[in-house]
Nanobody
Framework: QVQLVESGGGLVQPGGSLRLSCAAS????????MGWFRQAPGKQREFIAS???????HYADSVQGRFTISRDNAKNTLYLEMNSLKPEDTAVYYC??????WGQGTQVTVSF
């Protein structure tokens, strides 16, 4: 059974940074396309970024240049480095493994 456990969320001021982690178990992590989605209150869940290997990385336009997705296959861990955070980045962030495995989510709040 696949388990995805996110960590690293919290409260940060605008312009600040956070690093999210997603620890995976119960799957052959290295062959899975992984990604991050987020869901703000009253909005649909939206795609943020995905990664298969270092040459197959995709970002949503809204985070391009500010967020960086990476993975450590030796640690079965996915990361999302978030810089220059804005209030509109406030959401629950979910780890995802293709096609349809999800973590429980971690809250990110960007506010003074």
């Amino acid at each position: 059974q696949v388990q995805l456990v996110e960590s690293g969320g919290g409260l940060v001021q605008p312009g600040g940074s956070l690093r999210l982690s997603c620890a995976a178990s119960g799957t052959t992590f290295s062959v899975r396309t992984m990604g991050w989605f987020r869901q703000a209150p009253g909005k649909q869940r939206e795609f943020i970024a995905s990664i298969f290997n270092n040459f197959r990385v995709h970002y949503a336009d809204s985070v391009q240049g500010r967020f960086t997705i990476s993975r450590d296959n030796a640690k079965n861990t996915l990361y999302l480095e978030m810089n220059s955070l804005k209030p509109e980045d406030t959401a629950v962030y979910y780890c995802w493994a293709l096609p349809s495995d999800w973590g429980q989510g971690t809250q990110v709040t960007v506010s003074f």
